[in-house]
């Protein structure tokens, strides 16, 4: 059974900055682009960033880039997103999932998501 679990969220100045991780476990982690999502209350949920199984390509939002990095530790079985220059639009809760296909801002529908983790910040 694949599992992924988010960590790294919580409370945040704007202006401040968040690494929240993505531990893959159960499947073939290192075969699998990755992705992040978010969901503000009351949005719809935003696809904001993937990297590709060896790391070697990346996608970002307009909503985030220039603020947002995503890397991977294949060895860890881990994902990263590190958030710098946060804002209180960025409030949400944070996903991440598994891609079976993925190619700029089109995916196909995940099917392994992590259960969420929540970034609040405060202005």
């Known amino acids: 059974q694949v599992r992924l679990v988010e960590s790294g969220g919580g409370l945040v100045q704007a202006g401040g900055s968040l690494r929240l991780s993505c531990t893959v476990s159960?499947?073939?982690?290192?075969?699998?682009?990755v992705g992040w999502f978010r969901q503000a209350t009351g949005k719809e949920r935003e696809f904001i960033s993937a990297?590709?199984?060896?790391?070697?390509?990346?996608y970002y939002a307009d909503s985030v880039k220039g603020r947002f990095g995503i890397s991977r530790d294949n060895a860890k079985n881990t994902v990263y997103l590190e958030m710098n220059s946060l804002k209180s639009e960025d409030t949400a809760v944070y996903y991440c999932?598994?891609?079976?296909?993925?190619?700029?801002?089109?995916?196909?529908?995940?099917?392994?998501w992590g259960q969420g983790t929540q970034v609040t910040v405060s202005s």
């Open positions: 990297i590709s199984w060896n790391g070697g390509n990346t």
């Open positions: 999932a598994l891609l079976t296909y993925w190619s700029g801002s089109y995916y196909s529908p995940p099917p392994y």
């Open positions: 159960g499947g073939r982690f290192s075969s699998h682009a």
